[in-house]
């Protein structure tokens, strides 16, 4: 059974290659910008940063992932000494990993209806709305995740 977590061992080393996707990804688009940057209007900046701003926070995730799986999964079952590991890599459980989960889920959703904000006058009033009430779904099951946590840990 202990054998079987290395099962996960490709999982992870393929969300190591997205997350180096990610950056490639976020050096093009700042790399594009750069010549044209000082013509943007104060809308595309913003969206431009924006962009960036979304890049990095999917990033995060990704090593959140990681980083919970390896620590929960296959690190705890290795041989190694706890003083070879960073010590708030210990503080990464299932319910902590989830909050951090739902909170950047929470800011890239932000992030993206800000983005259909930038560009209003392209977007139809149905997917705003949308949008908006995803927001809002993904904020209340933050709330309702945390609130859980809370009454279990009683």
Not at 77 to 102: A, C, H, M, N, Y
């Amino acid at each position: 059974m202990f054998a079987a977590r290395w099962i996960m061992a490709p999982v992870y080393v393929g969300l190591l290659a997205a997350l180096v996707l990610i950056v490639v990804k976020f050096v093009q688009t700042l790399v594009k910008a750069i010549p044209s940057f000082l013509d943007l209007t104060g809308n595309e900046t913003i969206y431009l940063v924006l962009s960036l701003v979304d890049l990095s926070l999917v990033g995060n995730l990704v090593v959140i992932v990681i980083f919970a799986g390896w620590e929960n999964f296959v690190g705890r079952l290795l041989d190694t000494q706890p003083s070879e590991r960073p010590v708030w890599l210990s503080g990464l459980d299932f319910g902590t990993v989830k909050l951090k989960l739902i909170g950047s889920i929470a800011v890239v959703a932000a992030i993206l209806i800000l983005e259909t904000f930038v560009h209003i006058e392209t977007e139809t009033l149905q997917g705003t709305l949308l949008q908006l009430a995803v927001l809002l779904g993904i904020g209340l099951l933050g709330v309702l995740l945390a609130t859980m946590d809370r009454l279990g840990s009683h």
